[in-house]
């Protein structure tokens, strides 16, 4: 390819023009958010193709996730003007593995067909081998065991590479038990996420004939998002690097978040001295925020210790402030965000018109993400969740997929496990060890066992007739893959049908059933876009987050981490408060490593906004059905007054929504007493705020609420008074029995209701 003329590298300022035109040796890119790093990273890789330095195949870019991998994709195409051959080896360290591993796998004792085990399966696998060992489970769980395991291997420890140090762990029974662990991975030819790293290593360790091959293959290697590689990715790219050593990494050390997961922000740290003349860039202006976030941002990231220290700066305007806002609970919290983020589609506040795909909400924990989906179906307020709850963790994707998976490996054994009496077969707890032990003394896998079990008559009647059909359905539909007549949408339709899965939801009478079979539906639906199952099962057992490519106005919900790498005009972070940000864990640890992680998250959230950033907090939540009050994030604290604007909270102010239907008693006084039990205002953030508030004449205690959130409240109720349910509307108390209440309402009848959730009504 003759050098072309190059407008990709026009739009460049001169340090991320050295970093791109610096293209034989080791580079290092290190600098804060915005500052255009991804940016220089895509153009360093169209400019090795226009320079005809390599070729399409002979780069390797690792990205941190797929949508990031996608999106790389189709800017190098757009700035190289031309189509390219595809990038296969562009993608997350994950999905470059597995590739390099199914040519490899015999290399580690699998065969290529391997199947990649999810967290349930790993985990479903370990506890066999917990209570097979003779283990009390419940007091050593094997999700304990699971976080062991996979923190070696992000460490890339083999079992018998164990430091002494570690032999305690799981009481002294963890490093053998990660040795049989992966002795049963083999035999089910399976890997889980870890392995796929760890085995690319031992492969690239133990064969240098088969590294050298991809040290030439892989004339260039590039990595974004560098400061969250754990051990097993650093030593994975130092061996692949180790000839020619063009290594190009860029990153962040405020961003480094993953510390959770065994990334080590050590490794951007020790860069230049793994290599040796490294050139390293910095940049330093933002092109994303206007100066008040990148103020704010800046300010919160500054207390934290031991960091490089980056000033960035910004030619941007000073834009709007960071908007803070307090709430009196989570779901007044989303329904103030479902309502600003309509009034921003209008433009409101002096601000422009947003699109619903220019907004973000991020949370600290999924779980937060609940509020916001009820809140947003209830108004009709399209949304996307990426990452959280994800579709295909959901019980009947995964059961389909155990048949999926079973008809492209029959190997699968956990898949066998799952779906052999779903729907009821008739196969009960015997019949079950029955295969097992018939395939454990045959030495073949679970499919083959059972169908030596009902041949050899080990399994009778019914269950044995059920069994004998599942089997040969299994293979019918294993030959019927390889069957280029029937589209593999079709193979699946069938499967799910002639095993009587879909069958079995249509039956059912609970109300979920119906979403259930919707999902199954669109489960086959995103079957279209790959070319065979095995394709498709890869992409789910690879995707992180449930990344949606639907070009469609939607609001875009996801966490924290999640959001990394990427930007929106508006943000919304909404739950800064103690105990969820910065999280209970990191607050409970002694020394600030958890702390300083949290608050290098926070700095990753203000920093994905180019506009508008809210943050906002609730003083009572409920988590995981429990009310708890809260006190606003010491974050909260660390955002500078000048670059800061409070908004009138509504559920405390009478800034609200309809004064509609509610008694005033019910509510005067308690906000105050129940607020100051709590403490929540104490902190300088919220008196600040308060203070505020106060200036505008806008301090004035809400007499329209209708919720009182306390359990004291209960005990405040007494047989015989009125009350007012927010649902219910009007009734009598009849009976009382713990937190639990029994009113008559005029309008809905006898009703056992929460006490929390009603108030006492004043007419
Ligand atoms: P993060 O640390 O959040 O991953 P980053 O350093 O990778 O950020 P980019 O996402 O590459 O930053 O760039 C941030 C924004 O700034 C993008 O919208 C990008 O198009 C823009 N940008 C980057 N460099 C320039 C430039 N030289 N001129 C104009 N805009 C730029
Ligand atoms: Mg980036």
């Known amino acids: 390819m003759a050098a072309r003329p190059a407008p990709y590298l026009d739009d460049l300022n001169p340090a991320q023009r050295e970093a791109v035109e610096c293209l034989d040796g080791p580079v290092l890119m290190l600098a804060g958010a915005g500052t255009g790093k991804t ?86 696998l370990l506890k066999q081998l917990v209570q097979a060992a003779g283990i009390d489970d419940k007091r050593w769980p094997a999700r304990q065991l699971a976080g062991i395991i996979d923190g070696w291997k992000n460490r890339a420890l083999t079992p018998d590479k164990i430091p002494t140090a570690d032999a305690g762990a799981y009481n002294h029974r963890g490093v053998a038990l990660y040795a049989q662990y992966q002795d049963r991975l083999r035999q089910l030819n399976a890997v889980d996420f870890g392995d796929l790293l760890l085995h690319m290593v031992v492969i690239f360790q133990t064969h240098p004939d088969v590294l050298a091959q991809y040290q030439r293959w892989f004339r260039y290697i590039l990595v974004d998002e560098y400061q969250d590689t754990n051990v097993a990715q650093y030593l994975w790219l130092r061996l692949l690097a180790g000839g020619h050593k063009n290594i190009c990494c860029v990153g962040d050390d405020d961003q480094s978040i993953y510390g959770w997961r065994g990334a080590e922000v050590g490794n951007i740290l020790r860069f230049e001295k793994d290599f040796p003349g490294a050139h390293v860039v910095r940049l330093e202006q933002n092109y994303r925020s206007t100066a008040h976030i990148l103020a704010a941002a800046s300010n919160v990231i500054r207390g934290n210790q031991g960091r490089l220290g980056k000033e960035l700066w910004t030619e941007a305007e000073h834009g709007e402030k960071v908007r803070l806002i307090g709430h009196w609970d989570g779901e007044e919290e989303a329904r103030w965000i479902g309502e600003e983020i309509e009034a921003m589609q209008r433009g409101t506040r002096g601000l422009r018109a947003f699109g619903l795909d220019e907004i973000a909400i991020l949370v600290r924990a999924s779980h937060q993400m609940r509020a916001f989906e009820d809140r947003f179906l209830t108004i009709g307020l399209p949304y996307r969740v990426i990452g959280g709850p994800r579709f295909y963790e959901r019980l009947e994707i995964r059961d389909a997929m155990a048949y999926f998976r079973l ?298 609420r209708n919720t009182v959130i306390d359990a004291t409240a209960v005990s405040s109720f007494t047989v015989g008074e009125r009350v007012f349910h927010q649902k219910f509307g009007y009734g009598t108390v009849t009976g009382i029995e713990g937190d639990k209440l029994d009113v008559d309402f005029e309008k809905a009848g006898p009703k056992k209701v929460v006490g929390r959730f009603l108030s006492a009504s004043d007419d």
Not at 44 to 59: C, D, F, K, Q
Not at 72 to 79: A, H, T
Not at 91 to 109: Q, Y
Not at 521 to 547: T, W
Request: charge should be negative; aromatic fraction near 6%; charged fraction near 25%.
């Open 39 to 124: 940016k220089a990273l895509t153009a360093r890789i169209v400019h090795l193709l226009n320079t005809g330095r390599a070729r399409p195949n002979e780069i390797l870019s690792v990205t941190f996730t797929n949508k990031a991998a996608r999106e790389m994709k189709e800017r190098v195409g757009r700035l190289l003007g031309q189509a390219i051959e595809g990038m296969p080896w562009l993608g997350t360290f994950h999905s470059i593995c597995v590739k390099l591993l199914r040519r490899h796998a015999e290399l580690v004792g699998l065969k290529s067909n391997f199947t990649i085990l999810d967290t349930d399966d790993q985990i479903r």
């Open 407 to 704: 008809v492209v490996s029959p190997d699968d054994d956990l898949a066998f496990e799952r779906i052999v009496n779903t729907p009821k077969r008739g196969l009960g707890d015997k019949a079950q060890q029955t295969i097992q032990t018939t395939a454990r003394a045959n030495g073949v896998n679970l499919l083959e066992g059972a169908r030596i079990a009902v041949d050899d008559g080990l399994i009778k009647g019914k269950g044995g007739a059920a069994l004998r059909t599942l089997v040969e359905d299994l293979r019918r539909w294993g030959r019927m893959a390889g069957d280029p007549d029937l589209t593999h949408m079709e193979l699946a339709e069938m499967v799910l049908d002639e095993s009587g899965y879909t069958t079995m939801w249509q039956n059912d009478k609970t109300p979920e059933a119906p979403g259930r079979l919707e999902n199954l539906k669109e489960l086959v639906k995103a079957l279209e876009n790959f070319e065979n199952l095995q394709g498709f099962l890869e992409h789910v057992s690879l995707i992180m987050d449930n990344e949606q490519a639907d070009a469609d106005q939607k609001v875009s919900i996801m966490t924290l981490h999640a959001a990394k790498g990427l930007e929106f005009p508006a943000v919304f972070l909404p739950g800064w408060e103690d105990g969820l940000f910065p999280s209970q864990r990191s607050m409970d640890e002694s020394g600030l490593k958890g702390l300083e992680e949290e608050r290098r998250l926070a700095y990753v959230g203000i920093t994905r906004a180019e506009e508008i950033c809210t943050i906002s907090f609730a003083a009572n939540r409920r988590v995981f059905g429990q009310w708890q009050s809260a006190l606003p994030s010491r974050f909260i604290d660390e955002l500078p007054e000048e670059h800061v604007e409070v908004l009138t909270p509504p559920g405390l102010y009478g800034g609200g929504y309809g004064a509609a239907a509610a008694p005033a008693s019910a509510v005067r006084g308690t906000i105050e007493t129940r607020a100051s039990e709590a403490n929540v205002y104490n902190s300088p953030g919220w008196k600040r705020m308060q203070a505020r508030a106060g200036e505008r004449g806008t301090s004035q205690p809400r007499e329209s």
